[in-house]
């Protein structure tokens, strides 16, 4: 089992619509199934990732103000999914010990909550942030209650194809795109 101290970001995408205007997109900088992660702690960390996905997934899916899908860059019909190693939550991941920060390569998995809208450009009224932080606080909020009993664990992984997604382009990597063919 890898550390409990699993880490997870939340940040802002922008406005993004996949079917429905998305409110928030789970993703991670090391795609699940890409062509990192799955090799990293022999696909413990691919498949724990998706099970934290599925999780946090299942847990909101059913507010009615909330729209969730998998985090692709991209737009039209090239949609990709980041796989950079040179991210810091790739480099937590991937347990890379930069300028001596990390000298135990310790590592573990991560997911991002990548929340719609931009706080700086002031595009969200004070109903719609309300609702974003409780998106966010109820993701968390699952995320570590499934963490700590152990329940995420019993998700079986390939349920993160059930989350919403245009179909892949491809892959956005630190030296350009890997394409996908069907």
Known sequence: MPDPRH?????????????????????????????????IKNGLYNDL??????????????????HIDR???????????IDIKGGVVSAMMLGLN????????????AIFFET??????????QKSNGHLIKQNYLGLK????????GEVENVVPDR????????????QTDSGIIPVSY
């Open 160 to 171: 993160w194809e059930e989350i919403l997604v245009y179909p892949l382009a491809g892959y």
């Open 116 to 125: 719609k809208g931009n706080r700086r450009d002031g595009n969200l009224g």
């Open 71 to 81: 985090y692709q860059t991209g737009s039209g019909d090239k949609r990709y999914e």
């Open 98 to 109: 930069y300028d001596n920060i990390n000298p135990t390569n310790h590592s573990n998995p």
């Open 7 to 39: 880490g997870n970001a939340l940040k802002h995408q922008g406005t993004d619509t996949i079917f429905n205007s998305t409110s928030m997109s789970l993703g991670v900088s090391l795609a699940p199934n890409g062509p990192t992660l799955p090799s």
């Open 49 to 66: 990732t998706r099970q934290m996905h599925v999780y946090v997934y299942d847990a909101l899916k059913d507010y009615g103000y909330m």
């Open 142 to 149: 699952a995320l570590f209650y499934g963490l700590t009993t």
